[in-house]
């Protein structure tokens, strides 16, 4: 028994809030099983689940610690690409793949922490430096800050949507396939010509959302493109 309680013991003293983060993220991945409770949590850290609350007031307050740590492992990630101040289009593209990359690892929690907002250090630091890439480029910082808000929603509201995909039944993803590949694609030509025209298109995209992610970032950057060229103009002809 003295062995037993010596135990316990050093799970109690060995519960940070760190570990218990940590576990709810390993959780909200595939191979945790996809799903946050705290008698899960509990289980996975060896600890009676009311010993969170002890370093969390609630499962809303655990939920933005884990989606900083995501914050924090995608700025590390873009900032391993190491691209240089010159090269704006590559850094924002780096940056938004990133964020998709990390929060798709955990596709749980990818759905509730896509439309958070942590307001911690890393967020804030991560704001800071994409509002500057838009900045260095030549847009003024009123507009930088909104493409930085447009390339943020865009991202998370794409990535959210793939895990929301991901973490269905294969029951109601199958559905979901057929609906494009049989139904959209079976459709008469007489009625809808255009439609009949790009099912097979849609229905290859359908089965790649990192595809389209593509398509709306390469989009999205050829209008930031645009608005740097016309802040530049404006600039010249100020000038003249």
């Keep these: 028994m003295a ?13 940070t809030r760190e570990a218990i983060v940590e576990a709810g993220i390993r959780l909200c991945s595939p191979e945790g099983g996809g799903v946050l409770t705290f008698s899960r949590l509990g289980k996975e850290l060896g600890a009676d689940p009311t010993a969170v609350y002890r370093h969390f007031r609630d499962k809303d307050e655990l939920i933005l610690a884990m989606t900083d740590v995501l914050v924090q492992e995608s700025a590390a990630l873009a900032a391993a690409e190491k691209l240089g101040a010159d090269r704006w289009r590559d850094s924002l593209a780096a940056i938004a793949r990133a964020v998709r ?15 958070r907002t942590t307001a911690s250090t890393a967020e804030t630091a991560s704001v800071e430096r994409i509002i500057g890439v838009l ?3 030549g847009l003024p910082v009123i507009e930088a800050a909104e493409c930085y808000r447009t390339l943020l929603d ?8 793939s895990a929301s995909f991901m973490v269905l039944d294969a029951e109601a993803q199958a559905k979901d396939d057929a609906a494009w590949s049989v139904r959209y694609g079976l459709l008469p030509e007489d009625r809808f010509p255009l439609l009949h025209r790009s ?11 990192a595809k389209v992610f593509e398509l709306v970032l390469d989009t999205f950057l050829d209008g930031v493109a645009l608005k740097i060229e016309r802040a530049s103009n404006e600039r010249a002809s100020v000038v003249d």
Excluded: I, N, W
Excluded at 102 to 115: K, S, T
Excluded at 154 to 161: E, G, I, R, S, Y
Excluded at 199 to 209: I, Q
């Design 3 to 15: 062995e037993q309680g010596t135990s316990t013991a050093r799970r109690r003293v060995g519960l």
């Design 199 to 209: 099912a097979p298109r849609l229905t290859e995209l359908f089965r790649d959302d």
């Design 101 to 115: 990359t990390v929060y798709l690892r955990h596709p749980a929690l990818a759905v509730l922490a896509a439309v």
């Design 154 to 161: 865009l991202t998370l509201a794409m990535t959210q949507a």
């Design 135 to 137: 900045h260095g480029a």
